[in-house]
């Protein structure tokens, strides 16, 4: 498998943890939040990731010694791109966890 898809599996699989526990945690003490924290779960490890990935790839090109420039911004959109999409998949998993656990 390619290091870069394993990487976004991997993330994929903590993002699903992570949501999971906090719709979890938040249902059973403020069930009344649950909507605001369907969107608000999902959140916290892409912007986190993207921030490390940005500063860390442009910061890899200031390095090279390229001029402010020649530094190409097109990474960067791809890993908000990519992180959007992983905060797109957290919402959707919190809102299946949400409606699982109300029918119970």
Request: no cysteine; charged share 15%.
């Amino acid at each position: 498998m390619n290091p870069a898809a394993a990487f976004f599996f991997v993330v994929l699989a903590l993002q699903a943890v992570f949501v999971a526990a906090l719709v979890l945690l938040v249902g059973r003490r403020f069930p009344a939040r649950l909507r605001l924290y369907r969107f608000v779960a999902p959140a916290a490890l892409p912007i986190l990731l993207w921030g490390m990935a940005s500063l860390a790839y442009l910061q890899s090109r200031r390095e090279m010694g390229l001029p402010q420039d020649m530094i190409s911004y097109e990474p960067v959109v791809r890993f908000f791109l990519g992180y959007g999409i992983l905060w797109l998949v957290g919402v959707l998993w919190a809102t299946m966890l949400i409606r699982w656990t109300r029918r119970r």
